[in-house]
């Protein structure tokens, strides 16, 4: 379960750095639109940064082990919302990063951390 960890959080830390990078495709200018555009990457990015955390930090910190739960519970609910008005593929695919990560948070981590 680890690797397909640490693959979703790669993953979605890509997502959110893709979103950045097209926000003047879809989102032109310096506008409202923009700012939300490239706000919705930088909460992917740092969920990511999240995760990474607790994969890659002490093993017996259960409290952020809690937090990435938290986190991951009120993303995979909001990219619920987006889905609902807005149900583009890239969405969906979000959608089953943050299922698996919320998976992951509930799994005990009882592997032995080494290099990846």
Not at 9 to 35: N, R, V
Not at 50 to 59: C, E, I, K, M, V
Not at 82 to 110: E, G, R, W, Y
């Amino acid at each position: 379960m680890r690797k397909i960890t640490i693959v979703a959080t790669g993953f979605l830390t890509i997502m959110g750095i893709g979103h950045i990078a097209f926000t003047p495709k879809y989102a032109p200018g310096i506008t409202e639109q923009a700012a939300w555009f490239s706000g919705s990457g930088l909460v992917l990015i740092i969920l990511g940064l999240l995760n990474a955390a607790r994969l890659w930090g002490d093993s017996n910190l259960s409290i952020m082990n809690h937090l990435c739960a938290i986190a991951n519970l009120l993303t995979l609910t909001w990219i619920i919302f987006v889905i609902a008005v807005l149900p583009v593929h890239q969405a969906f695919f979000v959608a089953i990063l943050l299922v698996v990560l919320v998976i992951s948070t509930f799994i005990p981590n009882k592997i032995a951390k080494h290099n990846c």
